[in-house]
């Protein structure tokens, strides 16, 4: 009998153990499986709205200046970065044929107007013949013949002289086109600025039979400069006249130029499927640091905010893992807080973002409320629909 009671006893603490053991696995197994959260504060700061692009330095007006004659570069006079004046002498095409020509052409004016008198005697004799036949037929003396010879020499005489006269004003058209070929032999700048290209050297020759060469490329004034932006298609229509534009470029990556946009074009451009927008950004440059055909990275500010009410982009992706596969979605931007160790979604209004952080316009959230981010205790992974964080207002 004693035995007996032993051995329940002995059951009863084994019974005892294990359940105690089972109790503890499981406990420490749910404490395990509890998810942790990765939460931020809700913070005022600064927040800059920008839209991203590269683009290249121009002057505001290049003037491609070119040759109308054909010929030999007998003389430079101007070189690169060269300052350049309205109406001053770049090259000289050797003058020498075009000389030539002029002489002749003028040699050819005095020819036709010495054929004008030749043609005004003819016709006095013709006339005077005319007259006296005209006498001797009314007296029988001629044949009627005669007179009608007469009378038609007179009118070729006539004539003749009209052509003659027609060849001097011909004439004299061919000596001012050759005196202007002559002109063109000088070239000469067409605006002020600056030489910024030079494509010619002394005693090469150059062809204007079918297409006008380009002899010297001039900015009219580099203290003004654009930017010839390509701003994708997605982001063009955020992109308005007078929005102000900060750049660096590679000469100088540690000073932060600034301009303004001053024209959005409509010609689309694709390469490759890619559709991209021409926005001209004007910029001052007054100690010519910047230089054509620089490559500027370009940030065009859409939105500017100071100490705004602002949540990390990743708490506006945050969905918790075990909400991810039940029923629909709730519509609109949201963030996920702790209640009582349980995520429980806010909805709430949003303003701008910079990629980093996102303006809250409204909702149930306050300065120092904590958002979660990101989901790191639990086996599961977070569910981040790729929504995107925000928009203009």
């Known amino acids: 009998m004693k035995l007996n009671v032993n051995k329940k006893i002995i059951i009863g603490i084994t019974c005892a153990v294990l359940l105690f053991a089972a109790g503890a696995f499981l406990f420490i197994g749910n404490r395990n499986n509890t998810p942790k959260y990765k939460v931020e504060k809700v913070a005022k700061g600064d927040i800059r709205a920008t839209v991203t692009a590269t683009g290249t330095m121009n002057a505001v007006v290049t003037v491609l200046v070119g040759t109308q004659v054909s010929g030999t570069i007998k003389s430079l006079y101007v070189d690169f970065n060269s300052p350049v004046k309205k109406g001053q002498i770049l090259a000289q095409i050797d003058p020498a044929t075009f000389h030539a020509q ?235 807080v702790l209640e009582n160790r349980r995520p429980e979604r806010v909805s709430v209004t949003i303003g701008i973002t910079d990629g980093n952080y996102t303006e809250i316009l409204s909702g149930d959230l306050k300065e120092g409320n904590e958002v979660i981010v990101e989901e790191t205790g639990s086996g599961k992974k977070s569910s981040t629909p790729p929504i995107g964080p925000g928009f203009i207002r």
């Open 102 to 336: 002029v002489e002749q052409a003028r040699a050819n004016l005095l020819l036709a107007k010495a054929n004008v008198e030749k043609s005004e005697a003819a016709l006095v004799d013709a006339g005077r013949t005319m007259e006296r036949n005209r006498v001797l037929f009314a007296r029988n003396l001629i044949a009627r013949s005669d007179l009608d010879t007469s009378e038609t020499n007179n009118q070729s005489a006539k004539a003749q002289l009209s052509a003659s006269k027609a060849q001097v004003e011909q004439a004299r058209a061919a000596l001012d086109f050759a005196e202007t070929n002559l002109k063109y032999t000088k070239i000469i700048s067409p605006v002020d600025g600056t030489v910024i290209s030079r494509n010619v050297d002394v005693g090469q020759t150059v062809a204007a039979s079918f297409q006008t060469p380009t002899l010297f490329n001039i900015a009219q004034d580099l203290t003004k400069m654009q930017i010839d932006t390509n701003v994708d298609e997605a982001d063009i229509g955020k992109i308005k006249v007078d929005q102000p534009v900060e750049f660096s470029v590679d000469a100088y990556p540690d000073t932060t130029f600034r301009g303004k946009v001053a024209e959005v074009r409509n010609a689309p451009t694709t390469i490759q499927n890619v559709v991209t927008y021409d926005v001209v950004v004007k910029v001052d440059n007054p100690d010519l640091k910047l230089k054509p055909g620089m490559t500027a990275n370009v940030s065009i500010i859409l939105a500017d905010k100071k100490e705004v009410l602002r949540i990390p982009n990743a708490a506006l992706r945050y969905r918790p893992a075990e909400r991810g596969k039940e029923g629909q979605p709730q519509k609109g931007p949201g963030v996920w």
